[in-house]
């Protein structure tokens, strides 16, 4: 049977396509987004935890859409931009006192996932406060911590889904296109990483990648379904040497071309970023390349 496009690693054929326009059909007065719900449920199309692939088969059925291969009812809404029109975090209080001393003078150290928790706007107004890049909210899966030592918070860091193209980590894995397109999700990347500023304390950066390390994939199963078998992150050398994650034993995999996932000049339009690496499983590269 004939395939109309590939999307998102699903080949769509002429009968799916043409269910589509009977769903659409059937349900003049459903919306997209309602349309988008119905055609997950009839196709069985769901994420590792279960949940419908809604965004992507709102995409797809959009592509379909431009593609003059079904019409879709107009739009109801028009969501925000969230780089024109996002609202900045509100500002939230809390205890700058200077924190110093050694490691073990802070005592146990309690790391909270708070993405989708009451503590989120918290987080989220730490590190557009004190993080030198601000608050961007990430996009796919995505796990936010705050660290505290007894009731004094220390440090934030945030996860997500890995860019879907990077050169240096590509060569490293060594894996197929194909490899890529069904694995990528087993790669998450460390977006922000934040010790606050009033907070001295020697090695407590790479101890938090070390926790990171053993407790990442284990949350990330429990809210999408999945665990991770890789991290990585991006470090501008401009601004900072990648010293707790050397000591953490993360590993240098290249650097960015600096033209970003949208380049169509093939020439720099950013500086250029260190890419680090640290496998969370010692069979990481056999799982990874599996096709």
Aim: glycine share 8%.
């Amino acid at each position: 049977m004939n395939g109309i496009l590939k999307y998102r690693g699903r080949d769509v054929t002429e009968a799916e396509v043409a269910f589509i326009r009977e769903l659409i059909a059937a349900h003049p007065g459903f919306s997209r987004r309602r349309l988008s719900q119905e055609l997950c449920r009839a196709w069985n199309w769901v994420q590792p935890n279960g949940h419908p692939r809604e965004m992507v088969c709102r995409g797809l059925m959009l592509a379909l859409h431009r593609g003059g291969q079904i019409v879709l009812p107009p739009p109801t809404c028009r969501p925000l931009n969230p780089l024109a029109e996002r609202s900045r975090p509100a500002a939230v209080e809390v205890d700058r006192r200077p924190l110093q001393g050694s490691l073990q003078s802070l005592g146990p150290l309690r790391v909270e996932q708070v993405r989708r928790t009451p503590q989120e706007p918290l987080f989220n107004s730490l590190i557009e406060q004190h993080h030198y890049l601000g608050y961007t909210q990430p996009v796919g899966e995505q796990l936010k911590y705050l660290v505290f030592a007894g009731e004094r918070l220390v440090a934030c860091l945030a996860w997500s889904s890995a860019p879907r193209h990077l050169g240096p980590r590509d060569r490293f894995l060594g894996w197929s296109a194909e490899a890529r397109r069904k694995n990528l999700h087993l790669i998450a990347s460390n977006l922000r990483f934040l010790v606050l500023p009033w907070v001295q304390v020697p090695h407590l950066a790479s101890h938090l990648l070390g926790r990171m390390a053993r407790q990442l994939s284990g949350d990330w199963a429990r809210v999408y379904g999945h665990g991770l078998y890789f991290v990585e992150t991006f470090v501008d050398p401009e601004r900072f040497r990648g010293t707790c994650y050397r000591a953490a034993n993360w590993i240098v995999l290249g650097r960015t071309t600096g033209r970003g996932k949208d380049d169509q000049t093939h020439r720099a339009n950013r500086s250029l970023k260190e890419v680090w690496g640290y496998p969370l499983d010692r069979h990481f590269r056999r799982r990874l390349c599996e096709v």
